[in-house]
């Protein structure tokens, strides 16, 4: 993914200039609502938020992938695992947990009727190779494919709406994957 290069470029190039200081999760909301109106993004929200809670309810068919970079491209060393829920014959979550050398990921995507309607991100880089870490919890609201709310932990990890609109493609070209090699390509390739 472009967003996790970039992610391990900046942690480099923090680590690289910066004395070493203790860990740190930043939580400072930077929440902002785009383009919905305020009364519609109230139940679109709450919606979601039921979404979320019936899925992480629910028993739930899984089928894990667990995939390594692909060697084809000069991608860094990483792997993880994606795991698909299923209700019936329809994906209704995935959870990709993962990591390289300088940090781990763990986000879960959510969809309802096929469509994404929630991503959280739990990711932290930094580490043996860069001191300075940088743990962050963000969270990005959907609503027919547009983003209606996000929350940014306001770690410097703050993400722009082309790089939300290449993370949601990514999102949607996972959930079509379906193997170990396509999901592979994608990460580290960032193709199909």
């Known amino acids: 993914m472009k967003i996790l290069s970039a992610l391990v470029f900046l942690t480099v190039l923090l680590g690289c200039t910066s004395a070493p200081k203790q860990p740190e999760t930043i939580t400072a909301d930077t929440s902002i609502i785009v383009s919905t109106p305020v009364s519609d993004t109230v139940s679109i929200i709450e919606h979601i938020k039921d979404v979320?809670?019936?899925?992480n309810k629910e028993k739930l068919t899984q089928k894990s992938f667990?995939?390594?970079?692909?060697?084809?491209?000069?991608?860094?060393?990483m792997g993880g695992t994606l795991t698909y829920f299923y209700r019936g014959s329809e994906i209704v979550k995935m959870l990709n947990v993962g990591g390289e050398d300088h940090g781990s990921w763990k986000e879960e995507y959510y969809f309802d009727n096929n469509q994404l309607v929630?991503?959280?991100?739990?990711?932290?880089?930094?580490?043996?190779?860069?001191?300075?870490?940088?743990?962050?919890?963000?969270?990005?609201?959907?609503?027919?494919?547009?983003?209606?709310?996000?929350?940014?932990s306001?770690?410097?990890?703050?993400?722009?709406?082309?790089?939300?609109?290449?993370?949601?493609?990514?999102?949607?070209?996972l959930k079509d994957a379906?193997?170990?090699?396509?999901?592979?390509?994608?990460?580290?390739?960032?193709s199909e």
């Open 178 to 190: 379906g193997n170990s090699a396509a999901i592979a390509r994608i990460f580290s390739c960032h």
């Open 154 to 173: 306001g770690s410097g990890v703050e993400l722009d709406s082309n790089a939300i609109q290449d993370m949601v493609q990514t999102t949607y070209r």
């Open 118 to 152: 929630f991503i959280y991100q739990n990711n932290t880089y930094g580490g043996a190779a860069n001191p300075d870490e940088v743990s962050y919890q963000n969270r990005y609201y959907f609503y027919d494919n547009q983003l209606v709310k996000k929350i940014e």
């Open 52 to 55: 979320y809670a019936s899925i």
């Open 66 to 77: 667990e995939w390594e970079a692909d060697t084809t491209c000069e991608a860094p060393p």
